[in-house]
C-alpha cells in the first residue's frame, strides 16, 4: 500500500532550509476560498509544464533533485577500471548500454528475432511453461510469491489477474472520448511496433485484432478497482491439482516446473473469474490469435530497450494517455534501468553521499513524537469501543519502523551484466536474475528485515503483511524534511507523510490486519459499522469533487478511499505530535514567522507538498489508475473537515473551504 506515486521535475532548491516560502502563495486568492490556490498558485505560476512533464509538482521536484544526485554518482563510475563483476561495473555498463543509441538502432529488431521466431512456433503446451521462462515475455496474469495474507510468516505462491497492455479494464469497456482515444492510439502503437519487426501490413492489422479482442475478453471478467480493494475478495486458496483438473487450458503445473517449483501444491488465487477465462482463452481460442497476442506483449516489454523507433512508438501511446509532449531525455532513460535493476548497489552509493545519521536520528524523533500523537487520537475516539481501542494500540505499538536503508544490503553477484550482448540481451539476464531472487523465497520464513523500495526512492510505504512502516532517504530531503527547519515546517510536510503511513495500518484495507501482519478481523461488528459508515461519508465527499469540468469527470471517492483516510489521519496526528512537541520545548504558542502563526505555517507546508501543474489527459488517466486523489483535493478537500485548520485561518460559514460540523467527516 504505497503512499504515493513519484515522477520528475528541474529546479528544486536543495539550498533551501524551509518547508513554507511566501513565494509559493497566490496572495490574489483567498486561503478561507481556495487554500490550494493560495498555498501553491505562486509555485504553479513559477513552474509551468514543460513538454517532458504531463504532472509536475514539488513531489516531482524533490525527484529530480535525487535522479541528478544518482546520475553524479553512476557518472563517478569507470567501467573500464572497476573489477570485472563488481557492482560499479554492472551499474556503468547498463547505463553506457542504455546510452548507446548507435548501437540499438543499428540493431533495429534483431535482439528480439529468435524468441519471436519460438513466439510464433508455439503449439498451445508451450504457453503456460514459456510464461514462465521467457524473460520479457508477459501477458494473461501474473504470478510471484508474498507472505501469506493468513499466516505472515511464511512466504506462499500468489496468482493475480493482468494482460491488459492498457493496464485498467475501463479503457477497453468505457466509452468515453478519452478511453476512445486511448484505444485507437493503443491500435496504433501495436501495429506500429509489429512493423517495426518485421510483420507485414496484413500479418500486423491481424495481431492488432487479435490483441484487442483477447485483451477486451480479460477486461470484461476482471475484477474492478474498487473490487481490487477488498483483500478477502482476492484471497482464494486453491489446490494446484484442483485447478489442473479442472481448468486444464491453463497448464499450470508445467508454468511452476519452468520456476523449479514443481511441489507446490496449493495457490492463492487473487481472481477466479479471470483464471477461467485465461483457461478459456489458452484452450479455445485460435493458436494464431494467441502467438500474436503473445508477439505484442513480448514486442512492447522490450520496446524501451530497442532502437529509437520503438520508444518513439512507446511515448506516443504514453503522450495520448497521459498528454506529455516530449519524452525523457536518453540519460533519464538509462539511468532508470540500474537504479531500479541494481537497486540497492546504487543506494549504498546514495547513503554514503547523500544521508547523514544526523537525519536518521532526527527522523526517530519526529516517528516517536507521531506514534505518540496517534494513540492519543485512538484513545479519544468516541466511536470506538474500549475494547478494539486497546487492540489498535497493540497494533500501533507493534509497528516497525524502517528509515533510510536497510541494515544489509543485497547481493548482486550472480547477476552478470556483458556489454558484449545487446541491452535487450542484458535486460533479460536482469529479469532472470530478479525473478530467481523473488521465488528462492517460496516456502521460506518471511524475511521481516527486507525492504521493498530502494534507499534512494522518493516515497514510502505502509506494508499490512509486516505492519511496518518505511521512509527511504530519498525523501527525507526539502522540502519534505529538513533537520534544520522550522518545528511547524517539518511536521505539516514530512511529520503529515509518517502519520499518513502510520494512519495506512488503520485505513480500508490497512484495518483488517492484525499487529502480526495476519488478515484477521480484531475489531467489535459495531465498532467496524461505526468506521464504515464514517468511511462511506468520505468517499461521498470525494465523490462529490469534480475533477474535469470539462468532460464533468468525478473522483473516485471508493478508489481512494485509503489514501483519503491516511491524509486526514495525516494531517491530525501530525498537528497533535507539533503541538506536543512545542509544550516539550516550552513553547505552547509558537512563534510567528513571515506574518504566519505556527498552524498557518504547518498548513501551508503541507499544502507546499501537494504543489503542481497536471495535464487535463493526465488528470482523466489518474482518475483510473491512481488510488490517489489530485494534489489540489488532498489539500482542500481533505482540509475542509479539520476545525484547527478554521481556525488558523478564520474560515468561517459562507466561505467556500467551509464544511459545516454536521458535515464533516472525521475518522482517526
Known sequence: MMSMAVSAGITMQAQTPRGVDVANLDTTASPRNDFYQYACGGWMKANPLTDEYSRYGTFDQLGELNRSQVRDLVMGLDASKAAPGSNAQKIADLYALGMDSVRRNAEGHKPIDADLKKINGFKRKDIAPALASMPGLGGFFGAGVGPDMMNSDINVMYWQQGGLGLGDRDYYLEDSEHTAAVRDAYKKYLYEIATLSGYKVKDAERLVKNVMDIETELAKVAMTREELRDPQASYNPTAVAELAANYPGLDIKGFFEEWKLGDIDTLIVGQPKSYAKVAELLNDKDLQALRDYLSAHYISAASRYLSDDYTAANFRLAQAMSGVQQDQPRWKRALAVPNSMLGEALGQLYVEKYFPQSSKDKMLELVG?????????????????????????????????????????????????????????????????????????????????????????????????????????????????????????????????????????????????????????????????????????????????????????????????????????????????????????????????EGFTPDQRFYLAYANVWAGNIRPAEILSRTKSDPHSLGRWRVNASLRNLAPFFEAFEVTEGDAMYRPESERVVIW
Open 369 to 593: 513524537d507521531l506514534k505518540v500523537a496517534l494513540g492519543q487520537h485512538i484513545d479519544g475516539l468516541s466511536w470506538m469501543s474500549d475494547e478494539t481501542k486497546k487492540r489498535a494500540q497493540e497494533k500501533l505499538n507493534a509497528f516497525t519502523v524502517k528509515i533510510g536503508f536497510p541494515d544489509k544490503w543485497r547481493d548482486y553477484s550472480a547477476l552478470a551484466i556483458d556489454p558484449k550482448l545487446s541491452y535487450w540481451q542484458n535486460i533479460q539476464n536482469a529479469i532472470l536474475f530478479n525473478q530467481d531472487y523473488e521465488l528462492a523465497d517460496y516456502g521460506k520464513p518471511v524475511d521481516k528485515t527486507r525492504w521493498y523500495m530502494t534507499p534512494q526512492t522518493v516515497n514510502a510505504y505502509y506494508n499490512p503483511g509486516s505492519n511496518e512502516i518505511c521512509f527511504p532517504a530519498g525523501i527525507l530531503q526539502a522540502p519534505y524534511f529538513n533537520p534544520e527547519a522550522d518545528d511547524a515546517e517539518n511536521y505539516g510536510a514530512i511529520g503529515v507523510v509518517i502519520g499518513h503511513e502510520m494512519t495506512h495500518g488503520f485505513d480500508d484495507q490497512g484495518r483488517q490486519f492484525d499487529k502480526d501482519g495476519n488478515f484477521a478481523n480484531w475489531w467489535t461488528e459495531a465498532d467496524a459499522e461505526a468506521f464504515n459508515k464514517l468511511a462511506d461519508g468520505l468517499v461521498a465527499q470525494f465523490d462529490a469533487v469534480v475533477v474535469d469540468e470539462e468532460t464533468g469527470t468525478h473522483a473516485n471517492g471508493r478508489f481512494t478511499l485509503g489514501e483519503n483516510i491516511a491524509d486526514q489521519g495525516g494531517l491530525r496526528v501530525a498537528h497533535t505530535a507539533y503541538h506536543n512537541a512545542l509544550k516539550r520545548k516550552g513553547q505552547p504558542e509558537g512563534e510567528v514567522k
